[in-house]
């Protein structure tokens, strides 16, 4: 009797055991991606799942470090040539051999893809691709170009043979979906499920997973339901309210960490009169405050993070004094979080000759970032505490962003003092400088999503010299000054935190937290 | 009568099209999703670039005009997100909410009368008043917040049943459908019970009032004299005369039901329709919102207009008539 129950709990455990090295995984995902063509749309879901198929010349790590992938090496070879030495034995899905014509049709198909709501022409114009032997392929630019391999870490290389006069939904269907990556594309029905399978034949070793589901669950209270009734393996962009609790709870475990993204303010400094910052009683002023570098100073200063942090974050997040975290290329040394000191911000403001404080307006988004309308909240009491009495306006992202970028006359930022958050795709300084910092400029494409329109000349010339400079450590230098002047001298921005992503797994998982907030089942690792 | 149809259809053109400028002007003053879906890292050329791919850079006259020459053509524009005919993603997320929509009415009907007859037929018993209590519920509480209630209670705390989202499916009759599987039933429990719970609250009430107001007829009490079992009485005389208004009732409402069923798909990740307008609206993509409300307005039309015909082909001192201003 006693050895018919050994050999059943033996059995159990064996059948157990069998089930936590499951060949299958399930994740609820919070954002499905919005096509399977990898060049139709950047945007973080797409770039983001549609790794599992494809890949690129350059991977970023889950720490967004620049690893090789289908390419073994690269190096400039001449001030505008970068050569490229591409993976040997690679096989695409349907069994032919990955080459370097390959690599040079993505080079064109990715720039012009029909309708395509964010194209990847960003990252692919203006360089040409040239194929040297089956394994070499050389890009040139006009210029000398430092960002190449970061820039090929973004761009998915497609099949020539399969992508050929395919359009974005021959790739949904699946007919054109043939990668190099370590699962297949299966299927893609919308709202409902995402479904890959192993590709025994991965250059890298043989995956973790026969199967990768994902099911796309946006409302968050729901997808923690999933989870905690054991529906699926992992979730993604567990809510912060719900933290402490699923801390407690023995059929979860979390994994957080830090991500690329930071959250600041932008404070208009263009206009003379903006249309937000008024005197105390809310009536128009004719002199605009914020272009006062102590104003900006001072506001800085009137805001408590760790404050922010432990009670509107729920400790989930950590502050931030730049653009970037310590782990990326860029960060300065020299810049810590700004210290809270209301005292010597009051004084900083009757120096500028605004001691009896003046009004503002701060508008923010409330469905984008973690806890953003809350965020806005409390700057607005901070603020109003130290003499700036603060009004709060959120509104949903769909309203939002558009208002705040092209809302006012001649399609200018609409809004005075905005709250906003920026996520480093590339995983370096330089494209928040560009894109934050340097002065609003179309012809050069810097200041995009300058919102705010600081303007340093200083801040251009450094970051401009940078976008030129190939070498990695003199760029690094001229980044951090840049970084040094725009934000710790001149206060173009006022960075509040970065933000830090938490998913949830069953035990017996762990999840490598990215920085770039991707969910990937090849960072899932299983542990004893 | 045919000329009654013919001018009902006409008057439902002529909402469609108002309904289609109202939306398009509605969702073009709210903004475009450009700032959403373009990636930050963009510059201003990009930016540019994305906003010529979506026709956006026109006046708003022109992209009324043009979306108004292809609706003609039965092109309802494509999807600023998914780069495909937004009939297309409607109509492919179709089957899913009818499904809940028909599970939903099923649980109404086949729950609701029995209840709504048994509490009409013993108003005074404990069980005849927790039902009506009951209903009240049904009517009151929040759906979101019943839904997950219902996750919290059979998914995560009991564990019997899944939080959420739509099983495999099958092809039935030409249509993905999952109700044939358990697997599919145990999907669509909860959701449908969460979305019937209005339309069974409502039921019940119906047939309870419908109840006693029948049961006090001559015809009951005559066939009662004359023998008739108490059982045939009642699942016979008393359920055929308590069905007209019920019947009625949810054949207008489950326009409603397949409309709103929006909430419910959003908590239970039910992949249909409302799922898809709801993600739609957050990121405004114009096309798809447009087409959905103009479906659903159609297909409120033909619901009422059926109703209409239906009434005067089952009750024939109605006549169908015009409503004249």
């Known amino acids: ?528 | 009568m045919s000329v009654f149809i013919i001018r009902r259809l006409l008057q439902s053109v002529v909402v469609i099209w108002v309904m289609s400028l109202l939306v398009f002007g509605g969702v073009y003053l709210i903004g475009d999703p450009i700032d959403m879906l373009i990636n930050p890292e963009a510059d201003q050329e990009d930016i540019d670039a994305a906003i010529r791919a979506l026709g956006l850079d026109k006046p708003i006259h022109e992209q009324y005009w043009f979306f108004l020459i292809n609706a003609l053509k039965g092109d309802l524009g494509n999807s600023f997100i998914f780069n495909e005919p937004a009939l297309q993603l409607i109509l492919a997320r179709m089957p899913a909410t009818m499904e809940l929509a028909f599970a939903s009415l099923f649980i109404a009907i086949f729950l609701g009368v029995p209840l709504g007859m048994w509490a009409g037929l013993h108003p005074e018993s404990i069980a005849g008043r927790s039902i009506m209590t009951g209903s009240i519920l049904g009517f009151s509480l929040p759906s979101f917040w019943v839904g997950i209630m219902f996750i919290m209670l059979f998914a995560v705390i009991l564990g019997v049943l899944p939080a959420g989202g739509r099983a495999e499916t099958t092809e039935f009759l030409g249509m993905q459908v999952s109700f044939l599987s358990w697997d599919g039933l145990s999907h669509i429990l909860l959701p449908a019970v969460n979305l019937a719970l209005f339309k069974l609250s409502l039921v019940i009430r119906l047939s309870r009032a419908g109840t006693q107001e029948v049961i006090h007829q001559d015809y009951i009490k005559f066939a009662r004299a004359k023998g008739v079992s108490e059982k045939r009485v009642i699942l016979v005389h008393v359920l055929k005369n308590i069905m007209i208004p019920v019947v009625t009732i949810l054949g207008l409402e489950f326009g409603s039901v397949i409309a709103f069923a929006v909430v419910t798909e959003t908590i239970f990740a039910w992949p249909g329709m409302g799922k898809l307008i709801i993600e739609s609206i957050d990121q405004l993509d114009r096309p798809v919102i447009v087409a959905y409300l103009m479906i659903i307005v159609f297909m409120f039309i033909v619901i009422n207009l059926v109703v209409d015909i239906m009434y005067s082909v089952l009750d024939p001192r109605v006549r169908l008539q015009d409503v004249k201003a």
């Open chain 1, 1 to 528: 009797m006693r050895k018919i129950f050994t050999a059943l709990v033996a059995g159990a455990a064996l059948f157990a055991a069998a089930g936590v090295s499951a060949q299958e995984i399930r994740i609820g995902i919070a954002q499905e991606p919005s096509s399977i063509d990898p060049h139709y749309h950047n945007l973080g879901p797409n770039n983001g799942f549609l790794s599992h198929v494809y890949e690129r010349l350059v991977m970023q790590d889950s720490k967004q470090r620049l690893k090789p992938s289908l390419a073994v090496s690269w190096k400039p070879i001449s001030e505008t040539v970068w050569e490229f030495k591409l993976r040997k034995g690679v096989k695409w899905h349907d069994g032919t051999p990955f080459t370097a014509a390959d690599v040079v049709f993505t080079g064109t198909r990715g720039l012009n893809v029909p309708n395509s709501p964010s194209s990847f022409a960003t990252y692919l114009k203006g360089k040409t691709f040239k194929k040297i032997d089956d394994h070499t392929v050389h890009i040139s630019t006009e210029k000398p170009y430092p960002l190449m391999a970061t820039e090929m870490s973004t761009i998915m290389i497609v099949s020539k043979k399969a992508a050929t006069g395919a359009q974005t939904k021959d790739f949904n269907l699946g007919t054109a979906a043939i990668g190099t990556g370590p699962y297949k594309f299966v299927k893609w029905q919308k709202g409902d499920v995402v479904e890959f399978a192993r590709n025994d034949d991965y250059w890298g070793g043989k995956p973790k997973w026969s199967k990768v589901v994902l099911k796309p669950i946006s409302s968050a209270p729901t997808r923690v339901a999933a989870m905690l009734a054991g529906d699926v393996d992992m979730i993604d962009g567990v809510p912060t309210a719900d933290i402490e609790v699923l801390k407690k709870n023995a059929k979860v475990k979390l994994s957080q960490g830090i991500s690329n993204r930071v959250i600041y303010l932008h404070m208009d400094q263009q206009r003379d009169n903006s249309p937000f910052v008024t005197d105390k009683d809310g009536n128009p002023l004719d002199k605009n405050p914020l272009k006062d570098v102590r104003v900006r100073k001072a506001i800085s200063m009137m805001i408590n993070r760790p404050a922010i942090v432990e009670r509107v974050m729920e400790g989930v997040a950590i502050p931030a004094g730049q653009l970037v975290s310590e782990t990326f290329f860029g960060n300065t040394p020299k810049l810590i979080p700004e210290k809270y000191d209301v005292a010597a911000a009051k004084n900083l403001l009757k120096d500028a000759g605004w001691g009896d404080g003046f009004g503002l307006t701060i508008h923010g988004p409330n469905n984008r970032y973690i806890n953003d309308a809350k965020i806005a909240e409390a700057i607005a009491q901070m603020l109003t505490r130290g003499g700036i009495p603060t009004k709060v306006v959120t509104m949903p992202k769909n309203v939002y962003f558009k208002r705040a970028s092209r809302g006012g006359p001649d399609k200018t930022p609409e809004f005075s003092f905005i709250l906003v958050g920026w996520g480093s795709g590339t995983g370096e300084a330089s494209s928040p400088l560009k894109s934050l910092l340097a002065t609003y400029d179309k012809s050069k494409g810097h200041g995009a999503s300058n919102r705010g329109r600081h303007s340093n000349p200083k801040v251009d010339a450094l970051v401009e010299q940078a976008l030129a400079t190939v070498d990695d450590e003199k760029r690094r230098a001229l980044l951090q000054q840049a970084t040094e002047v725009g934000i710790g001298e001149s206060q173009g921005i006022i960075p509040l935190h970065y933000q830090v992503n938490t998913w949830a797994t069953r035990p017996g998982l762990r999840y490598d937290a990215r920085t770039d907030e991707r969910t990937l089942a090849m960072d899932i690792q299983i542990v004893k």
